[in-house]
Every structure is written in C-alpha cells, then in structure tokens.
C-alpha cells in the first residue's frame, strides 16, 4: 500500500491507497489536529496507530519550502527529514511542497469539486494556484508533455504591496506590530484577525458587544470575523471581509501576470470556500484585473475556488501512484 500525506499548519490529511483503486480512493485516511504534535513522527505515529500498515512507498506534501527532501514547517515548529524518515519506516519516503501536490490533484477534480468565479476562456498555457489558509501558498503549474508540472514557489512571502490609501495605513499598522510585512499577514486565518484589529484601532465600522466578547475569547477570531461578516451581523466583520478579498483578488492577479497563466487560476486553501457568494459579486475580480494596461490580459483567464478540501492528498498520492 502507498502511505500519503497534506500537512498544513493546522490540520494533516493521511491515507492508505491501493495503486489498483487509484488516488482518489483511499483504502483507509483520517484527518487529525497538527498543532500539539512536538514532531511529524508523533503525528504520524498516531495515524499509524489507528490506522496501522506497512507501506511500499510515501509521499508527503509540507506546507513550506522543500530542499534535498528535507523541509522546515512554515507555521510548525517541526523539522522534516525525507530520507531519514523513510529509513524508519523501511521504504522510500518523498516530501514536496503542499502547492505542489495541491497542482497534482487538480487532474483528480471535476466540475463539481470547483465554483466557477469567473468562467473566461481557456487558453493554452500555465495554470497559477494561489491558496489562502493557515499561511499563504503559491505555485505556478506549467504545461509539461505528458502533462503538468508544478513549480513550487514561496510567492506568499514576497512583500505586500497597498493600492489605496486605506492598505497604505493598514501596511503602516502591520509595520508597527510585525516589522517586514508579507501578503502571509494578510492572506491567512491570523491575517483575517488582524484586518478586525486593524479596523477596531482605526475606529471603522460598527461591533455589537457580542461580536467583541467572541472576538476576544475564542481560540479562532477568524472564524469569529467570517462568520459575523457571511450572516451580516457585524459591520466590522464585513468591512474586515472585504478588505481581505480586495487584497486576495489583487495579489492572485499579481501571480497571474508573473506566470501568465493562460489555463487558469485556482483559489485553493480553506478559507475561500467558506467565502462562498461573496466571491462572486464582483469584487475579488475588479481587484484582480485592476493592473492598469495589463488589465485586458487577465480579462479572459478562468478563475475558479476549489472546493475538494482533499486536492492535495489526491495529489500526493497520485504522485506515488506514479513515480517508481
């Protein structure tokens, strides 16, 4: 059996494929809590308890840069040696950036795994992967006879840019609190609870005290922040929302432009899918497209979220369904 892997920052998704049933059909997967594992092996030592075999083959893709199969977690404190964890094991053990096997699931989706935020027309070239969630992820997918190749990229660290007025004082505040600012800050889960803060130390928009209580206590004032914004009880949450989303739509246009992504671009991550509608009214696209004399370039390219919240572990596991 092949033994595969998406290890984000906050939760892991493993399994159990069989090459006879193919990637997206696991014998057996679980998903389990990242944070509160010292290390990858106590996590996996974990799945393989509830979840016991003996593999032939493992993939893993980590949520941060991959050098000689090792990686060091983005937002982990774990340190993770390919070669030396597939010594333990007693098979060949393969980590790849979590952009990458993200790109190598996308073959496994269809219609109904994708929300179509923008149809365009699909054109003959690259496809861009842009992925908000516990950090920021970006990847370039180039077209590779006999099919893609993802280019993994740590593009979500590049340095935030402000359109207007209103992010040139939001870069000011982040300045203050954190020093150099990347569009991480921003286009993440902690990057959501600061637009909130940002907008509370500015005075912007109305918080009833309830919303304030949730804010201030919970273990996830993201999830506070899009929920009160997606019922529409709190104006706060709303303008906090938006914010967000103008970045997003501008810095996966940014990506686009960089790779020219004549194929597409997909939003992946989990944060755009719990977005919904309010990606489809036309802001997240005015905000892409806004690049001046390169505007019409984007106009036709294809932007769709994807909703399959298991795309990387397809991909990692089609990648050792294939690779020998």
């Known amino acids: 059996m092949i033994l595969a892997g998406d290890i984000g920052g906050t939760k892991a998704e493993l399994g159990w494929f069989d090459r006879d049933l193919g990637p997206r059909a696991p014998r057996r997967?679980?998903?389990l809590a990242t944070r509160g594992h010292a290390t990858f092996d106590a996590l996996l030592a974990e799945f393989m308890a509830q979840q016991p075999g003996r593999p032939e083959r493992a993939v893993f893709g980590i949520a941060g840069p991959v050098r000689d199969n090792r990686?060091?977690?983005?937002?982990?404190?774990?340190?993770?040696?390919?070669?030396?964890?597939?010594?333990?094991?007693g098979v060949?053990?393969?980590?790849?950036?979590?952009?990458?096997?993200?790109?190598?699931?996308l073959p496994q989706l269809g219609p109904d795994d994708l929300m179509v935020v923008h149809a365009g027309?699909?054109?003959?070239?690259?496809?861009?992967?842009?992925?908000?969630?516990?950090?920021?992820?970006?990847?370039?997918?180039?077209?590779h006879a006999p099919g893609w190749l993802p280019i993994p990229t740590e593009g979500g660290h590049t340095d935030f840019g402000p359109r207007n007025a209103l992010e040139d004082e939001l870069l000011q505040w982040l300045r203050a609190r954190y020093g150099r600012v990347s569009y991480e800050r921003i286009l993440s889960g902690p990057g959501i609870a600061d637009l909130y803060r940002f907008l509370t130390d500015t005075r912007r928009g109305a918080e009833p005290p309830a919303v304030a209580r949730r804010f201030a206590t919970t273990d996830d004032p993201a999830a506070v922040v899009t929920e009160t914004a997606l019922d529409g009880s709190c104006e706060r949450s709303g303008l906090a929302i938006g914010m967000f989303i103008d970045v997003y739509g501008a810095e996966a246009g940014n990506l686009a432009l960089k790779s020219l992504a004549l194929g597409g671009v997909y939003l992946g991550g989990g944060i755009a899918p719990r977005l919904g509608n309010l990606l489809l009214d036309g802001r997240f696209m005015r905000a892409f497209r806004d690049k001046g004399?390169?505007?019409?370039?984007?106009?036709?390219?294809?932007?769709?979220?994807?909703?399959?919240?298991?795309?990387?572990?397809?991909?990692?596991?089609?990648?050792?369904?294939?690779?020998?």
């Open 92 to 105: 060949q053990c393969t980590l790849l950036n979590d952009l990458a096997t993200t790109a190598m699931g």
């Open 29 to 31: 997967d679980s998903r």
């Open 71 to 89: 990686c060091e977690a983005t937002n982990l404190p774990w340190r993770i040696d390919g070669d030396a964890l597939g010594a333990r094991l």
């Open 293 to 324: 004399r390169l505007s019409p370039v984007l106009e036709p390219l294809p932007v769709s979220v994807i909703l399959d919240p298991r795309t990387a572990l397809w991909g990692a596991a089609s990648y050792a369904l294939t690779h020998p």
């Open 121 to 143: 027309v699909p054109g003959d070239g690259p496809r861009a992967l842009i992925a908000a969630g516990t950090g920021l992820g970006e990847a370039i997918v180039a077209p």
